[in-house]
């Protein structure tokens, strides 16, 4: 027990009659940075950030490992690089990580008995000599590479991106190319063609019935009806009137169905529908009655039509009455 303890007291006495290690002289922070510096008779360590590219920071001390004629290897792992070398006064290990004010950089020294004793990668190998570019150290598993061997690797990578990218450009613009060609519609067969030769076209005939208002198509309860408008609209021609009524409108209905039955027309469409107000009062808003009568045989004979329409906008307001008569001529070839 009393060995142990002579033994520590001894080694505790010659550490402290050390002297802290120093980086070396050269061995300077990249321009405009203030590096914080820690050492003991070990190790020395200092760091700083400094406003430049990670890149830049590395070609920084490659120039000062050159001016000392010292060979270093460097080595970037996606998150950082890692440059070391063996000078003179002690192991290097510098580490160089971007951030977003630029670059972080920590510089390690540590004495040569330390890093022989905990067999640091930092040392260089036995031979002393780098590595070559594209060589891998035995075992290691990467690939160590200089500053300007990542410059080169980014350029490249950033070429063959490019390039990438103009051929697709180029494969997509040659696709799309074939529509920029005029475009003329192919030759059609005639309709014609799939009939007989001397088929005619179907048509409208010029056998409409006389286009005159029915003495029976009154306004309900002897209202009085509007003077008649006419128009046309291809094959067919149109009579209508309108009046204004308080009549209910499910007595319109009636009543307009019933006139058209008894003068031959066929019933086509009849129907009411309510609306509500806003407090939810519910009463009839519209409808509609229609009818037609042919006035000769065959498919699509001459045709008489006759349409009623009745609507209101506002609750109890007054019912709107709309009376059309119109005639089309028969259809076929």
Known sequence: MG???????????????????SLPHW???????????SASPTLVESAYTAAAEPEDVSK???????????????????IGTSI???????????????????????????SKEVAAQSGSASALPANGSAYAPGSRRAGSGY?????????????????????????????GNARMQQYDKPVYPQSQTPLSQNFAANAAAAHYRDDAPPLVWPSWLVAVNG????????????PESSLSRKYQTNIPMTELQQFYKQRLADNGFTLRRSYLAAGSTSTGVKQNADGEVEGDRSDGAGTNPPTTTVK??????????????WISVSVRGSFGR
């Not at 209202?223 to 291809?234: C, D, F, W």
């Not at 009623?308 to 009455?321: A, C, D, K, Q, T």
């Open 3 to 21: 060995r142990l303890i002579s033994t520590l007291l001894l080694g505790t006495s010659v550490l402290l009659g050390q002297t802290n290690l």
């Open 60 to 78: 920084h001390y490659a120039k000062l490992f050159t001016a000392n004629g010292l060979t270093f290897t460097s080595d970037s792992d996606g």
């Open 27 to 37: 061995l300077v922070p990249y321009p405009g940075a203030t590096a914080a510096t």
């Open 223 to 234: 209202g009085h009806l509007s003077e008649p408008s006419r128009s046309s609209r291809g």
């Open 84 to 110: 070391r070398v063996s000078a003179p006064e002690c192991e290097v290990l510098i580490q160089i990580h971007e951030r977003s004010s630029g670059s972080g950089v920590r510089v390690s020294c540590a």
């Open 308 to 321: 009623v329409s009745f609507s209101r906008s506002y609750l109890n307001e007054p019912i709107s009455v």
């Open 143 to 171: 690939h160590l590479k200089s500053a300007e061997e990542i410059k080169q690797y980014n350029e490249e990578r950033a070429q063959e991106i490019q390039a990438k990218r103009e051929a697709f450009e180029r494969e």
